[in-house]
């Protein structure tokens, strides 16, 4: 319910399947744009930021590959362009 047609998420290339196919099958039906790119690497991020960005969605560490992704790096970038930080981290214990 945050997000409308059009709007952009910036996701963990490197996302459990189940996500995935969240964001693949049914976000893609009400117009909202996945776009999968290495969150690990801030300057991915910010070069993939753009106008219909509205969040960026971590999950750290991945499953399975356990690639982790500096949360307090990815909400101080998110801050800067006022979108959305949301994670992920249901490995972590």
């Known amino acids: 319910m945050l997000f409308n047609y059009g709007d952009e998420i910036l996701i ?3 996302v459990y399947g189940g996500t995935f196919r969240v964001f ?3 976000f893609k039906k009400f117009g909202i744009i996945a776009k999968f790119i290495d969150t690990t690497d801030l300057d991915v991020v910010e070069n993939a930021i753009n106008n219909n960005t509205r969040a960026i969605f971590i999950e750290t560490p991945t499953n399975p590959i356990l690639e982790v992704t ?22 972590m214990k």
């Open 24 to 26: 693949d099958k049914i």
């Open 70 to 91: 500096d949360i307090r790096k990815i909400a101080k970038l998110s801050k800067k362009y006022e979108i959305i930080t949301v994670v992920d981290n249901t490995w």
């Open 12 to 14: 963990t290339k490197n």
